[in-house]
Structure formats: C-alpha cells, structure tokens
C-alpha cells in the first residue's frame, strides 16, 4: 500500500521549521565551561544524529572520553585529530541542527584565552552569543572579554547561560548574584536583550527540557528562548547599497551589475548614484534566473540592469542616489589583529571592504583597548588577539557607511601583502575627511612646471642593502656627477635624517617603519620640488620600499638594490659595527640577526665586490638616462 | 537513456529564458542559495583560472544549478573538471555527458590512463590505494595540468566532524595540502582571495547547507539528478554488510554471491564497488525526502573510504583530497 504524497505536502513539512528563516548564534566561554557539551546536547536532542554516528560517539566515549561511562557529547563536536588528543578545541567550528520552528547555526568558538580572532570570526556572523559560565567559578576575566567582542562585533542579544547548576545544588541564590555581577559590567553596553538562563548541560536542564530541580526558574528553556527570539534587524529600513561583484555581460545588449543588496531596498523605476563617480542613472530591471524582481531587499543576490551606460566596475557600490555612502580616504575604525607579526602604523597592507580592494595604511595608533578592564591604553602596535582604536589612511577612496548602521558597508579586512594572510579586521565609525575636500589646493605651479624649469624628471633614488654593502658611497658618487653634469638634487640619508627630522626614533621595529615613512613623505616632497633624490638606508624591509613606492607616480620610484655578499660588507665593516654586533653588544642588527628582505625587482642592481663604487655610480647613472629621467 | 536527455533538455532551456516562479523559496534555502551566489561570483571576479569539481552527485547538481543562476544570462564563466576513476557507475557517465551537451558546458574529463593500464581497482589494489591512485592522483595532475587558481568543491559541514571547521575559502599550499593550522580566519561575507603563483583556492560554496537542504532545493527547484539516486530494481550482492550494485562485468563475485534483483535506491555516489546502496522504495522526490526525515543511519556511513579509520577525511586532506 502506498501512500499518496504530494509535493506540496512535503514542501509544507519541511518548510515548517524553515519559515522564520535561520538563526545563528555563537557559544563562548571558558575551557571546560561546557560548550561543546551544550551544542552536542542541542544535536542530540533535537534528533540530529544519525545511529551510526551516535554508535561512533560511544566508541569514542570510551576511548577518550571524560565524562566516566556516559556518552560525553563533547566528542561529538572536536573535529581535528590533533585538538582532539589535546582534549581543546582551537578554531572556530559551525554545527547545524534543526526544530519545528526554526533552523539553527551554531558557530562554536573555543575558550582559550588567545584565540580572541577565533571568536570574532564567529561572531562576525551571529545574531547571538550564548555566553557560558561556569556556576562555581562565576564571572571570570574570560566572560567580561568575551562580552566585549560580542559587542564590538555588534551582536545584539544575549544568553547568559549559567552551566552546571548541578554543582552548586540548583542554589538560585548563587545564581542571582552571578546574573548581578554579570550585569554590573554588562548592562550599559548596548545589548538589546540579557537573557540569564540556569541550566545542567549535561543532563539537558533547561536546555531542552524544563528543569524540576530547578523550577524555581519561571523563563524559558535555552531551547524556548532562541525559537521565540526576534531577531530582525533593521538593515531594510537603510538606504539601498550595493557592492559590485561582477560585471555581467554576455552579449552587446546586455549590460548588468551582479551584487548582493547589503541594505535598503531596490525597485526598478528607482534613482541609483555610483558612491564613488557620483554617476546617477535609474533602475531599469532586477534580474534573476527565476525571472526579473519588481523589488529586491536585503541579503539577495541579483543583477542590476541600468536605463543608460555608464562607468561601473567591481568595487563600486551601487547605492541610492537621495541616501548616498560616505566616499573617503581617511577614517577611524576599530581594529581587531590577529597576526602573529604586530601592527605597526605607516606599514602598508591590503584593504578589502565588500568587493574593493586597495592599499591602505594605519596613520595613527589613538589607543589600544585593555578588553579585561574595558581600559584604553596608549600603544605604539598592536600584537595578536590586540583591539585598539585606529585611524586608517587608504590609497583609493573608499564608499562606506558606520558598521553599526549597515555591517558590510562598515566592516573591512586587512591582508599582509607578503605572506596574503588575513591579518586584522576593522568595523569602521566614521570619516574623517570627505574625499571630495582631498583634491588639493590647485597651486599655480606645478611639479612639471618646476621640473621642466630642471630640465629632469623628479625622482626618488632609493639605495638599499646591507650595512656595509656601498650604499651611501655610490649614492654619493652619483650625486657628485649628476651635479657635475648640471642637475638639480638633493640626498637623504641616515645622518641628516636621524639627528633631526627623526631624533625621536629608535630602532625597533615600529620605528623603523616609521623612521622609513617620514623619508618617504620628505623624498616626495623634494620630487615634487622637482629634484632627483638620492636615499641611502638599509631598509630591510620589502613592505616599507613598497610604501614609499607607492608613495610617488609610477616611475619616480628607482630602486637601486646594492647587492654586495655579507661577507664582504662583514669584512669591510667600515664602523666596526658587525663586531660590535657579534660581541653582542648591539641588538637587531640587519643580516646579523635581524633580517633582510631583499628587492625581488629592483630597477637596478649592483654587486660592490664585482665593480668599483664609480663603475657601479656609472651604471646607475645609465640606467636613469635610459629611463628619460635626465631630461 | 533518452530519459535522461529529455531531461536535462528541458532543464536547459529554463536558462535560455527565465520564468518567474511559482512558488516561492523557503525562506531558509533563499539565504543559502544567496550565499552561494556571492561566493561564486567573488571567485569568477578575482581569480584568473577557476574551475568547478564536478562529480555527478546531487552536491555537485545542485552546486551547478547555483552557477547557472549567479551568472544568468551570461554562460558559465569557467569550465567544469570531473575525475573519472573509470569505476563510477555508467548511468552517471551517461548522465555527465547528456548534460554537458544540452547545457553547452565545457566538461574537462581526468582519467589517470597510467594506473588505468597497470590494472588498478578497487578489489586487488584496495579502497585506499585505488582512491589514492584514480581520484586524488588524477584531481592533482588535472590541478597541475590546467593551473587552476581557484577550484569549487560541493562539500559541506555537516558532512563529518572535520569538515565542520574548513573555511569556505580554503587555502592549499603549491602542492595542493591542507594545513589546518595555516587557514585564514573568514569574517562577515569578506573573503580574502589573495595568493601567490602556483598556490590556489579550494572554494566550497555549499559549506552552511545541510543534506536535508540540498533534498528541499532540488525538490523546490526542480533540479535534474542521476536516476540512481531513485529507487528500482537493481542487481545487487551483499558485501561486508554492504549493498553492493554489480554495475558491470568487471566485479568479481566472491564464493557463493549470487547478484539478485532488489529495489534500491543510493544516497550518495561514486565508485560503485565502493558505494552502498540502501533498500528503498522511493521512486519520487517526495519519497526520497520523507525516508530523509526518518533516516537513521548519515550519509557518508555509505561510502566505504571513511570508514578506514578515524580522522581519516582529515589525512585525505592535508594529502590534496577534499
Ligand atoms: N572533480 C571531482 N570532484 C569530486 C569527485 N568526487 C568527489 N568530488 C568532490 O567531493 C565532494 C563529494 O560530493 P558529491 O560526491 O558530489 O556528493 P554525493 O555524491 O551526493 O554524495 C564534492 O566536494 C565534490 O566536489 C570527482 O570524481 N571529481
């Protein structure tokens, strides 16, 4: 006998929990609070495991479980064979289970007190945090760092979740003052909802199922709590935008702008404005493969079709025309870093904020926030797991809005661009200058006025290599014969630059990023004055060079890489520093035991053990002729 | 077979023109296929040579049908590149190259001819080494071969307890290994795309879908999938606790096994002397799904590669395998 079933029907069931679409929520807490007990729980319960996984779970129970001869959920969730037989969990895991009302992702973040990135990932993308406490233990340093991060990220609910109850004989005395303590740091920071729950993980108190031990507690159940939770967020009622991802173009008539809507809604008929060119033009069709919308909101992905041609490109974003992005280069943003090498301000990464990508650097470091105290503190970097307070500097303006208005108009991540990892992440607050005030006063002399008076084309000639190497002999040589010849220079190098300009430097690592940049931004003033401008420093590394070069247009950058074998500069060791440094007595010195990063293209290249220092100087000089910059 | 063409036929020309739909998407799959959507589109707009891993199943039905739809009207951007370890069952070689044609897709077919031809299978050689040798082996010289940049794959999280922790943009060293120590921390929807030459992305668009998601889409969506998955009669030999279905000539049968026709339907597919079959009579989608909702035993319990020991997806990994 069969039963008849109509896809409607099946539809209607599975849709059931489907309807009020998905929640996502993240669980933070300590090690051994028991988060991953709670989430295997969640699965377990809402009948989410599968027999054979449930007959692997007792195996392993047995094997390395801790929690006697009962099934330790636990197990269920440590993925990496690695941090399983460590018995922690060290990365950011998500988990899926479903109930009749709702869908749910569990991003499950670890509590060891490093990984303070791992839970910003996780957080980046949830609507709550449960937060974990341990009933003996109460609130600990972790819990009030963890809230912060919640906070910065712009979660807006949570779930106190005070475990094992058990322990403390369900005592709702204790668990009135933990709710009290908590709220004490935690009430006037802007959450929409606290919602403290008293349970037993392990057994499934309140979780799941009411508690009898516990009936003293009149809320919901965990389980209750984030079904019925509303979690509507307001990115609807923001102005239309729209990054660019793709420029869809299968034929000559058709031109259309791929894009998922961050915000607002989007109907045709409507006026759009490029944030970025300030180009305007009207919504003529929204299309999709299920046929063309007659409006489309928040969170879909489309392909916007225009009622006239105009410039478009990836990274611009589409927005609407009456309500349009801030455009700037300069901004203030709160930063997240998560890179074993430190934030140094003035070094140059990679920003990407929704589809634009661009070279940008920290201007100033205003302060860095002590998350277990809520304290600012002044810092010169910031090291892994590090929140500070930053003013960041881009080389192309960027469209934005406040993370705390529109989250992926405001949310931006930064790249190293050596290694191409992910090294910080930023929530943007506001600009700090429009970028249509950036167009500099229009002098009515210009560099190539003064160059032409020069008869030369400007540039910086940056001589780098090792202590030692010939660097500032050749760099002199040139100088002397470029005047010779009747050219206009200037040089800049460690002795004229470290006694005044840059008195207040040292030479860790900040400071010589920072003592690299002020060279820089002074090189680039004497090209624009129209001189050639010799720069002798050892910078070691790749990333400063690179800052400087960009720094100046195209061509104005000639790196000369002096490239004499250490061996030789150790022989020379004009200073007798290389002695000093083997004796110990000096610290950090380059290609002693502080690296150097050397030019992977450099215009020009010498070896001062092959060539005389004038040889080498003729060389330079040659390759700048046939470069056109003499004129 | 000319089921099959029909089809995917009639498939194909809903992307010739689109219609609007009749009933709209849960709420749920809309997020999920938008976030598909935008991950595709960052690939195909960052990377200079992607590809996607097509390997016949329902994911990889389901993935392409999400592409189709990003890129609407254009074509596919990138082509698509299947393995053949030359074990898969034949419906869906068929199924491959039917669909191929009526969609006008560039299929790049990878075969390890060399292993072919020294007689590797799944019964002498063993399932490690045959996989070793068929599938990883030939995924990496397609790799090699093509420099792609950036490849698709159709896993998801809730498939085993390590992949619950794979980013979507998952980084693979020059050698196309896995380190899950050295993976980037992925925030909002803001996926950093940067690598250097010679390294590459491993993409996976359908992490957040649940297999009970990919059963509603294809229900909802009316999505073509290879008729193995449907139950029917099938001749098939009890093996290790296994329904095995004997596909060809080629499987050896064992003293005393004796191929009988059963109704019997697969929930995932690949090799097919490594793939289980389940009894079943869900002959529609609709039966399909309600067996899904009463199910008990996971999907990939189906698939004999994993169950060689624990953390064994983890090693395929770091070694190039998804
Ligand atoms: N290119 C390629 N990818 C494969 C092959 N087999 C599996 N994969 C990948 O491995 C994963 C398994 O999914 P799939 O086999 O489609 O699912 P199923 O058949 O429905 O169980 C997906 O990420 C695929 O992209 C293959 O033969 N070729």
Not at chain 1, 334 to 357: C, H, N, Q
Not at chain 2, 229 to 246: F, H, L, N, S
Request: proline share 4%.
């Amino acid at each position: 006998m069969t039963v008849q079933t109509s896809r409607a029907d099946v539809i209607a069931r599975l849709t059931q929990s489907g309807q009020r679409g998905v929640l996502r929520f993240l669980t933070c807490g300590s090690v051994d609070d028991g988060k991953s007990t709670l989430i295997g729980r969640l699965l377990f319960d809402s009948k989410l495991l599968f027999e054979d996984q449930i007959n692997v779970l007792e195996k392993d129970s047995r094997k390395h479980g801790t929690a006697g001869d009962e099934i330790d959920f636990a197990l269920l969730l440590d993925g990496l064979e690695a941090e399983r037989e460590q018995g922690i969990t060290i990365d950011v895991a998500y988990r899926f289970f479903a109930t009749e009302k709702r869908k749910f992702v569990v991003a499950d973040t670890p509590g060891h007190e490093q990984y303070t990135r791992n839970m910003a990932t996780g957080a980046s993308t949830a609507d709550v945090a449960v937060m974990m406490i341990d009933a003996r233990k109460g609130v600990l340093v972790q819990t009030l760092r963890h809230t912060y991060i919640a906070r910065m990220m712009g979660i807006r609910h949570i779930v106190l979740a005070v475990n094992k109850m058990d322990l403390v004989d369900h005592a709702r005395g204790r668990f009135h003052e933990i709710v009290a303590d908590y709220l004490k740091s935690a009430d006037d920071l802007g959450f929409e909802t606290i919602t403290p729950i008293p349970m037993s993980a392990r057994y499934g108190d309140n979780v799941t199922h009411r508690s009898e031990s516990m009936s003293w507690h009149q809320g919901p159940t965990l389980l209750e709590h984030l079904e019925a939770l509303d979690i509507d967020s307001d990115v609807q009622n923001e102005p239309f935008r729209m990054p660019v991802q793709w420029v869809n173009r299968p034929n000559l008539n058709f031109r259309g702008y791929s894009g998922t809507v961050v915000s607002g809604t989007v109907q045709p008929g409507d006026a759009i404005a490029v944030a970025q060119s300030g180009l305007t033009a009207t919504v003529a069709r929204i299309v999709t493969a299920d046929g063309d919308l007659d409006k489309a909101v928040a969170g879909e992905a489309v392909t916007l079709v225009l009622d006239r041609e105009i410039d478009i490109s990836r990274g611009d974003v589409i927005a609407a025309a009456e309500a349009r992005p801030e455009v700037t280069d300069q901004f203030a943003a709160e930063v997240l870093w998560m890179s074993g090498d430190d934030l140094l301000p003035g070094r140059s990464y990679l920003l990407k904020i929704g589809t634009a990508t661009t070279p940008a650097t920290v201007s100033s470091l205003k302060y860095r926030v002590d998350i277990n105290t809520y304290e600012k503190k002044p810092s010169r970097k910031l090291e892994m797991n590090g929140i500070g307070q930053c003013n960041l500097s881009t080389a192309r303006p960027i469209a934005f809005d406040p993370y705390h208005k529109i989250r992926d108009m405001g949310a931006f991540i930064l790249i190293d661009r050596f290694t191409n990892q992910t090294v910080g992440a930023g929530m943007i607050e506001f600009g700090l200058r429009r970028a249509s005030n950036i167009h500099h006063h229009a002098m009515d002399v210009s560099k190539s006025d003064r160059a032409q008076i020069k008869g030369q084309k400007p540039a910086i000639l940056w001589f780098t290599g090792l202590s030692g190497a010939g660097k500032s002999t050749v760099a002199n040589i040139v100088e002397r014969k470029l005047a010779a010849a009747g050219h206009h220079t200037y040089s800049l190098d460690g002795d004229n630059v470290r006694h005044g300009l840059n008195r207040d430097l040292g030479f860790t690592d900040e400071d010589r990023v920072e003592n690299i940049r002020r060279i820089g931004e002074v090189g680039k003033l004497f090209v624009d004055a129209g001189l050639l401008v010799t720069c002798s420093f050892i910078s070691p590394f790749r990333s400063e060079r690179r800052m400087v070069r960009e720094l100046v247009e195209g061509d104005e950058f000639v790196e000369v890489f002096i490239d004499t074998p250490l061996e030789v500069c150790m022989q020379r060791d004009p200073k007798g520093l290389y002695k000093k440094a083997q004796a110990g007595e000096i610290k950090n010195f380059t290609g002693f035991d502080s690296p150097y990063e050397a030019p992977e293209n450099p215009e020009i290249r010498v070896d001062t053990s092959q060539i005389s220092a004038e040889e080498a100087a003729d060389q330079v000089i040659a390759k700048l002729r046939e470069m056109g910059r003499l004129g | 077979m000319s089921d099959i063409t029909a089809t995917v036929r009639a498939y194909a020309d809903r992307f010739k023109s689109a219609k609007t739909r009749e009933r709209p998407l849960s709420a749920h799959l809309k997020a999920l296929e938008a976030e598909s959507i935008h991950i595709m589109r960052e690939v195909a707009a960052e990377f200079a040579n992607p590809v996607m891993l097509y390997s016949i199943g329902k994911d990889s039905a389901v993935m392409l049908h999400l592409a189709l739809k990003a890129f609407y009207p254009s074509r596919l951007p990138f082509p698509l590149q299947h393995v053949d370890t030359t074990f898969k069952f034949r419906e869906m070689i068929t199924y491959r190259d039917a669909l191929a044609e009526a969609l006008g897709l560039e299929m790049r077919v990878e075969i390890n001819q060399e292993a072919v031809d020294r007689g590797v299978n799944p019964w002498d050689s063993g399932s490690q080494l045959h996989t070793q040798l068929l599938k990883t082996e030939a995924l990496r010289a397609a790799m090699n071969r093509y420099k792609y940049d950036a490849a698709f794959g159709g896993a998801r999280r809730d498939e085993e307890k390590s992949r619950a922790k794979e980013r979507i943009f998952s980084f693979r060293d020059g050698n196309h290994g896995w380190d899950p120590k050295n993976q980037r921390p992925e925030l909002w929807r803001n996926y950093n795309t940067k690598i250097r030459q010679g390294e590459s992305i491993r993409v996976f668009p359908l992490s957040n879908w649940t297999e009970l998601d990919i059963w509603q889409y294809i229900l909802e969506d009316d999505i073509p999938i290879v008729p193995l998955y449907y139950a029917a009669e099938r001749p098939v030999v009890e093996r290790d606790g296994q329904t095995i279905m004997v596909d060809d000539e080629r499987l050896p049968l064992k003293a005393g096994e004796k191929p009988e026709l059963k109704m019997v339907r697969f929930r995932t597919l690949g090799c097919y002397p490594l793939t289980g079959a389940i009894l079943s009579n869900a002959t529609t989608l609709e039966e399909i799904v309600l067996e899904m909702l009463t199910a008990r035993t996971s999907e990939r319990s189906g698939r004999l590669i994993d169950h060689d020991e624990a953390g064994s997806m983890e090693k395929k990994k770091r070694e190039g395998y998804f």
